[in-house]
């Protein structure tokens, strides 16, 4: 899973009362894949991806799939509007 999907099912963890921590894969590249895992520590920690995507899906039934990506969201944005300075 990339940065935006793990960001999600993060929220759902919490929300669910599930364990696991999710963090990237290779600690110095947070751009790369990311994982859940057991505890924070990257020399002891154990994956159980799987797993929680497995509990993630069970408990939330059909309300389990990723948002969808940016470019497919209907709805109102946020930004700023810069003026032109004419």
Do not use: C, H
Request: negative net charge; without cysteine; charged residues 25%.
């Amino acid at each position: 899973m990339d940065a935006e999907e793990a960001r999600y099912i993060d929220a759902v963890l919490r929300r669910l009362g599930l364990p696991g921590v999710v963090a990237p894969e290779d600690p110095d590249n947070p751009a790369g894949p990311w994982r859940v895992y057991d505890q924070a520590d990257p020399d002891s920690r154990t994956d159980m991806t799987a797993r929680t995507l497995v509990s993630v899906t069970k408990a939330l039934g059909a309300d389990a799939s990723p948002p969808a990506p940016k470019a497919q969201r209907n709805g109102p944005s946020r930004g700023f509007i810069i003026p032109p300075n004419d």
